[in-house]
């Protein structure tokens, strides 16, 4: 089920044509920086999930919310501002394509915060966290 819901994510980010690299995240972010990406790049991790109360009294199902965060890694030679406008294009595309993305059976994605998580020698990294409601998966 995880393996699944994330390689759909993965799916759909590579549908943005800016981002030259999409995989799974493997590793530190220090570690990330000091190997050769070809950038911008967009890294998906699960991150865990929160369980909430049983709702059908007399089933195993256990309702919850997985969390999945997608890493924009970016340099920009020419300028920083280009930089942060490159990432900014980008966060907005991954916008377009996640929030609501159904993943069948599963649920659905929906966005709970974007930050800044790292700008050092000319990286700026974004991090975009998205939550699958299984609520409503089939």
Known sequence: ?????????????????????????????????????????????????????????????????MTFLIVLLNRNLKSHKSGSEECYLIIEKIRERLIEYKISPYGWLWPVKEELIIVKSGILGYGLEYKLNTRTGG
């Open 1 to 65: 089920m995880i393996k699944e819901i994330q390689e759909n994510i993965i799916s759909k980010l590579s549908e943005i044509t800016e981002a030259k690299t999409v995989d799974v995240w493997h590793g530190d972010i220090e570690d990330m920086l000091k190997s050769p990406q070809k950038l911008p790049a967009l890294f998906s991790i699960y991150q865990g999930c929160g369980f909430r109360e049983k709702e059908i009294i007399g089933t195993s199902i256990a309702p919850h919310d």
